[in-house]
Nanobody, 118 residues
Framework: VKVVESGGGLVQAGGSLRLSCAAS????????MAWYRQPPGKQRESVAAISSGGSTFYADSVKGRFTISRDNARNTVYLQMNNLKAEDTAVYYCNAAVRLLGSNVNFWGQGTQVTVSS
């Protein structure tokens, strides 16, 4: 399974970015997908998730500002980030939870840097 993120960059506070994550090598529509981030000097944290059925989860810190969605025809999950804040600066990672032999196996992308200038 290959997971590849794109869409990071430098943006001013209050601006928007859309991250994309393409996952190949598995039945994408059956996978639960998620975005995590790791701010400088901090541990990786969950940002948003979307189940194979379309249910979504958001961390409190991003609720109302970020939206996760998926396009199964394109094997892609998106993270629309609006009203960005300096504290959103982090490396953002995409996670694919793939069902293999009765267990969930996690696959990660290489990460994409998001920098929000204040």
């Amino acid at each position: 399974v290959k997971v590849v993120e794109s869409g990071g960059g430098l943006v001013q506070a209050g601006g928007s970015l859309r991250l994309s994550c393409a996952a190949s090598g598995s039945s994408f529509s059956d996978n639960n997908m998620a975005w995590y981030r790791q701010p400088p000097g901090k541990q990786r944290e969950s940002v948003a998730a979307i189940s194979s059925g379309g249910s979504t989860f958001y961390a409190d810190s991003v609720k109302g500002r970020f939206t996760i969605s998926r396009d199964n025809a394109r094997n892609t999950v998106y993270l629309q980030m609006n009203n960005l804040k300096a504290e959103d600066t982090a490396v953002y990672y995409c996670n694919a939870a793939v069902r293999l032999l009765g267990s969930n196996v996690n696959f990660w992308g290489q990460g994409t840097q998001v920098t929000v200038s204040s």
